[in-house]
């Protein structure tokens, strides 16, 4: 079994700070065994990457993608540059701004797996998203909230990215060209979210929604042990990104005998900014 996560890398402070900390996860829980990590992203941003990742060199999408700057982390996945990733047996493709845990070792997906979103909160936003399903002649299950981190057969999760695009840009040419609407409603901002939600529901016949395993919130007491993935949202309690990144937990001693996940995530942390010093300069 040979398994990879995915990742895009952005040249910018934040997101470089963030991706030492999922580097950080990644050796400290000898990943490595069996899962490779596969950065995508320009030339600068992978000069910064460690020699043990995969380093694929992929320019951000031009065009309309210009505003809308999310779509690089599906888009990597789908890319011709990254044929080679259905080599693999499974891919978890997530954002730079998480963590693996040691439970990530032992943990294998019955099904598709995605962590849970937030972004259909209302009546209409299902309804826009089954009706432009309908529009294209695909299947949508009534499925909603996918979250933003996928693990499944690789194959099939270059499939869901490659879709994702089309409708994608769809969505910003067509449904938010003159009106980006309005949060939590219908809006351009998360046109992502809905574009990966209509092509799981039309490709992938399991879906697992797993949020306790893919996407567990850094902020938790729990014990790491039973949450293999780890995404920082948008939040200023520990473990928060922005206090991080912001230089707020340079001074704390983290709780090395404890296992809750935001101790976890702070050690990670200070660890990462030991081992990459030059990006927190």
């Not at 910064?48 to 999310?70: H, N």
């Not at 909230?145 to 099939?156: Q, R």
């Not at 409603?185 to 016949?205: C, K, P, Q």
């Not at 709780?255 to 030059?278: I, Q």
Request: proline letters at 4%; hydrophobic letters at 35%.
């Amino acid at each position: 079994m040979n398994r990879a996560v995915v990742v895009y890398l952005d040249y910018t402070r934040g997101l470089l700070q963030q991706f030492a900390c999922l580097y950080r996860s990644y050796q400290y829980i000898g990943a490595n065994k069996d899962t490779d990590l596969v950065v995508f992203g320009p030339k600068k941003s992978l000069e910064l990457v460690p020699d043990d990742c995969i380093k694929i060199e992929l320019e951000p999408l031009e065009g309309i993608w210009k505003t809308y700057r999310f779509m690089n982390s599906i888009y990597c996945v789908a890319s011709k540059e990254a044929d080679f990733l259905t080599s693999y047996d499974y891919i978890l493709r997530t954002d730079v701004d998480t963590f693996l845990t040691p439970s990530w070792n032992d943990y294998i997906p019955a099904y598709y797996t995605v962590g849970r979103g937030a972004y259909a909160n209302s009546d209409l936003v299902r309804t826009n998203l089954k009706q432009i399903s309908q529009r294209f002649n695909l299947r949508h299950q009534g499925i909603h909230n996918i979250g933003s981190t996928h693990y499944g057969n690789a194959s099939l999760v270059r499939e869901v990215c490659k879709l994702s695009v089309d409708i994608a840009k769809y969505l910003l040419e067509e449904e938010f060209s003159e009106n980006e609407g309005q949060w939590p409603g219908w809006f351009r901002g998360v046109s992502s979210m809905y574009s990966t939600e209509i092509a799981v529901n039309h490709l992938v016949d399991m879906i697992d929604i797993k949020p306790e395993m893919l996407d567990y919130d850094s902020t938790s007491i729990n014990s790491i042990s039973l949450h293999p993935h780890i995404h920082c949202w948008h939040t200023n309690n520990l473990f928060s990104k922005f206090k991080y990144g912001d230089g707020e937990y340079d001074q704390l001693q983290p709780n090395l005998a404890s296992n809750e996940v935001r101790h976890y995530c702070l050690k990670m942390g200070l660890d990462a900014k030991r081992m990459f010093p030059n990006l927190f300069v």
